[in-house]
């Protein structure tokens, strides 16, 4: 019998094993006295060390990668022996916040509604802007980033996700104005009718991709502007996948 680290209760050295948590097989919680921690369980909210250990793991099983292992846990936040990084594991849990299925390696998720909400929010890099007119030659720089409810835009973005600022007013027949703030998916492949940022003899524009007797072309959604016909290259940059408008007063 040892006593638990975070609240001075007593647990069988068995209750829970480190493979249940990672891929540690024959590592167990034996309840030790974490070295280098401070646990305040007597309290709702976390301590700033399980804060961060909450946070991180957030973020892993936001960016869809494996659930780290006690060993990775210990490393990450410089804690000498794995037990301590168990040990923080079990106030958290205790505290709602995770959650692991006994006997199955890497089964540690999150689990209270702040973090299943906070799941759902996501950064996009916004590349500048992009008009919506006549083509312009431009570089596109990286401005920061906008965060976005996946439920909300329908789709969740990859690592090629990004977004641009909409100038110009070619795309007002699809119901795209000056200041949204279009999401595009790189590397997909256009179908006839979607709205695709592309490079037209180095230049880029917002329009909908189409094909003429086999040919591409870009159309505009706006009387005021012609169809843009490559004269030598057509490299379409990214494929349309939401909107973000701004509200006005």
């Known amino acids: 019998?040892?006593?638990?680290?975070?609240?001075?209760?007593?647990?069988?050295?068995?209750?829970?094993?480190?493979r249940e948590i990672t891929e540690s097989p024959r590592r167990r919680l034996t309840a030790r006295p974490c070295p280098n921690t401070i646990h305040m369980d007597s309290m709702d909210g976390l301590t700033k060390?399980?804060?961060?250990?909450?946070?991180?793991?957030?973020?892993?099983?936001?960016?869809?990668?494996?659930?780290?292992?006690?060993?990775?846990?210990?490393?990450?936040?410089?804690?000498?022996?794995?037990?301590?990084?168990?040990?923080?594991?079990?106030?958290?849990?205790?505290?709602?916040?995770?959650?692991?299925e006994p006997g199955k390696a890497r089964s540690l998720r999150p689990t209270s509604a702040l973090y299943r909400s906070r799941s759902r929010i996501v950064d996009i890099p916004v590349f500048g802007s992009i008009p919506a007119g006549f083509p312009q030659d431009r570089e596109q720089d990286a401005?920061?980033?906008?965060?976005?409810?996946?439920?909300?835009?329908?789709?969740?973005?990859?690592?090629?996700?990004?977004?641009?600022?909409?100038?110009?007013?070619?795309?007002?027949?699809?119901?795209?104005?000056p200041g949204d703030v279009v999401i595009m998916e790189h590397n997909a492949e256009p179908r006839d009718g979607q709205i695709v940022a592309?490079?037209?003899d180095g230049e880029t524009t917002l329009k909908t991709f189409l094909r003429r007797n086999g040919k591409p072309f870009l159309k505009a959604e706006s009387p005021k502007f012609p169809d843009l016909i490559p004269a030598q290259e057509l490299v379409i940059q990214g494929v349309f996948k939401g909107l973000i408008r701004k509200p006005t007063n």
């Not at 006690?70 to 000498?80: P, S, V």
């Open 143 to 177: 401005e920061g980033c906008v965060s976005v409810d996946v439920e909300t835009i329908g789709f969740t973005p990859t690592r090629t996700t990004f977004a641009l600022r909409v100038t110009g007013d070619s795309m007002i027949g699809r119901h795209i104005i």
């Open 49 to 100: 060390r399980q804060q961060q250990i909450a946070d991180f793991l957030q973020a892993e099983a936001d960016a869809g990668r494996p659930m780290p292992t006690l060993r990775e846990i210990a490393k990450k936040f410089g804690f000498r022996a794995h037990r301590a990084a168990a040990c923080h594991l079990i106030a958290i849990r205790r505290k709602g916040l995770i959650h692991w």
């Open 198 to 200: 592309a490079l037209i």
């Open 1 to 18: 019998m040892g006593s638990d680290c975070a609240s001075g209760r007593r647990l069988k050295p068995d209750k829970v094993s480190a």
